[in-house]
């Protein structure tokens, strides 16, 4: 009788060669070395089957880790798929108020842009409309004096004062 376990095989060959022996020796020696071997067989069956069954307990808790940490990724993948889904509506409204301020940085670029050149002519008129009231002031103080007898008191600094306190009788716009 060989065995093919791997724990004790040579001890079974020894043993069923020695029953062999035996046998031929005498019955009651054979009978008691059969009892023996039969002992150790299923000494090594229930060896076996305990074997089989811690290494399925193995396997199942294995299964289970394995089903516990598919569970938990699941888990951490709605997580990370709800946030990634509020980060990507964060976006789209960074994305839409930055279009809304671009924009209203153009206008108000353009603004001052018109503006600037609106107080460029104002200034190019004001002081265009300040040298030709002065002139016009010499000019008429001057003229004044020498044919009229009556504005002869009549100077440049009343014009003057004349032209500061209504200065949109004199405006002359250009642009």
Same mark, same amino acid.
């Given at each position: ?75 951490? +993948? *709605?997580?990370? %798929? ?5 980060? #990507?509506?964060?976006? /789209?409204? &960074?994305? !839409?108020?930055? @279009? ?22 104002? +200034? *190019?008129?004001? %002081? ?5 009231? #002065?002139?016009?002031? /010499?000019? &008429?103080? !001057?003229?004044? @004096? ?30």
């Amino acid at each position: 009788m060989a065995s093919s376990s791997g724990s004790g095989s040579t001890g079974s060959l020894s043993a069923a060669a020695a029953a062999a022996a035996a046998a031929a020796a005498g019955g009651a020696e054979g009978e008691e070395l059969r009892a023996l071997m039969e002992q150790r067989r299923a000494k090594r069956m229930l060896s076996n089957r305990e074997s089989a069954r811690r290494s399925r307990m193995r396997k199942q808790r294995h299964l289970d880790d394995l089903a516990a940490q598919a569970a938990h990724l699941r888990r951490e +993948n *709605a997580h990370v %798929s709800a946030a990634l889904g509020i980060t #990507a509506r964060g976006l /789209l409204a &960074v994305d !839409a108020e930055n @279009a809304v301020l671009r924009t209203q940085a153009a206008e108000l670029s353009a603004r001052l842009g018109s503006l600037q050149d609106i107080i460029a002519c104002m +200034n *190019a008129t004001a %002081s265009t409309n300040t040298a030709t009231a #002065a002139a016009v002031a /010499l000019t &008429v103080a !001057a003229a004044a @004096a020498a044919t009229d007898p009556l504005l002869g008191g009549f100077d440049g600094a009343s014009f003057d004062d004349m032209f500061r306190s209504s200065p949109e009788m004199f405006m002359f716009q250009p642009c």
